[in-house]
């Protein structure tokens, strides 16, 4: 071989090995154990701060240990899959569990969408586009001091004109699975209702929370109050962003352009209907690192290396 071309392969060598050494050292700096400890804490750290802060940056540091949890099962499989020893891949299934948690988790962080409804005994509420949530009835059961114990929705859901669900109690901890839908039992409560009458004979019903213009005036419907004579409606007077005043009706008294036709309060419930595209994912990876345990266990026992 002629002496240029001699240096020139020596020098394509040289460069070669230079970048083998250069990606050995950045695939183990990758797999680093050191490195998935600090990444994990930086991962619990963000992930309390989103909570305060909602924000999509803790995202970055659960890839980056992602991606150290992936080199390091790449490594340890390969390594494996190279000795002629008996082969243990308990650890490796729980890595890749891990890996699809993690993926989980971040496609509902990414994808989670929930809506609030307050119902009473008859309402309905739009889950989407084809389903309808109805409220049967609900229920408390109460402490001897009359303090909630256990809250209980009883609904159905009909989608178009079929019915997907005749009736299911839904409690605290017994939401209601539906397919990509899941709806909790969030809080009860009392609403207080108005009926009013206008001028012309049409009837109005306001709920607590809900209010009408007079003018520049707001009447807002704060609550429904005991009065010696039955029950009151209180409705705040606001002008402008400031509260100028108050009213107490009853029924047969006016407010504004309308006249009480009655006051009542019923209970109503907090339901929660929440679409969760990781909750799948999950719950997979929950299962494939149950199965990773267990082979893990099961082997040791038989004494196959680690």
Not at 111 to 118: A, M
Not at 236 to 247: A, I, L, N, P, Y
Request: charged fraction near 15%.
């Amino acid at each position: 071989m002629p002496r240029e071309l001699k240096i020139r392969y020596s020098s394509v060598v040289k460069c070669a090995q230079r970048n083998t050494r250069s990606a050995s050292a950045v695939f183990a700096f990758v797999y680093s154990p050191q490195v998935a400890v600090a990444l994990f804490l930086v991962s619990i750290a963000s992930s309390i701060l989103s909570t305060f802060v909602h924000s999509a940056f803790f995202l970055v540091p659960v890839v980056l240990f992602a991606l150290n949890l992936g080199a390091c099962t790449v490594h340890r499989l390969s390594s494996r899959l190279q000795t002629q020893a008996p082969r243990r891949f308990g650890p490796d299934l729980v890595h890749l569990g891990l890996l699809i948690l993690i993926s989980g988790g971040v496609l509902s962080t990414i994808g989670r969408q929930e809506k609030l409804f307050s119902l009473g005994a008859g309402d309905q509420a739009q889950l989407d586009a084809s389903r309808t949530l109805r409220l049967i009835s609900l229920g408390v059961k109460r402490f001897p001091d009359g303090s909630s114990k256990e809250w209980t929705s009883t609904v159905a859901v009909s989608n178009g004109r079929s019915v997907e669900v005749v009736e299911y109690p839904i409690r605290v901890n017994a939401p209601l699975r539906l397919r990509g839908l899941s709806i909790y039992q969030t809080s009860w409560d009392t609403e207080g209702i108005v009926d009013l009458r206008d001028a012309h004979g049409g009837r109005i019903t306001a709920t607590t929370g809900q209010g009408f213009r007079e003018g520049n005036t707001l009447w807002y419907f704060a609550s429904v109050e005991s009065g010696q004579a039955g029950l009151n409606a209180l409705f705040e007077k606001w002008t402008e962003r400031s509260k100028v005043g108050e009213r107490r009706v009853s029924t047969g008294a006016s407010i504004g352009p309308f006249t009480v036709v009655g006051v009542s309060v019923r209970e109503v419930s907090g339901l929660k209907a929440v679409h969760d595209p990781g909750f799948p994912v999950v719950g997979a990876a929950l299962g494939v690192i149950g199965f990773g345990l267990a082979l893990t266990f099961i082997q040791k026992g038989t004494g196959l290396p680690s």
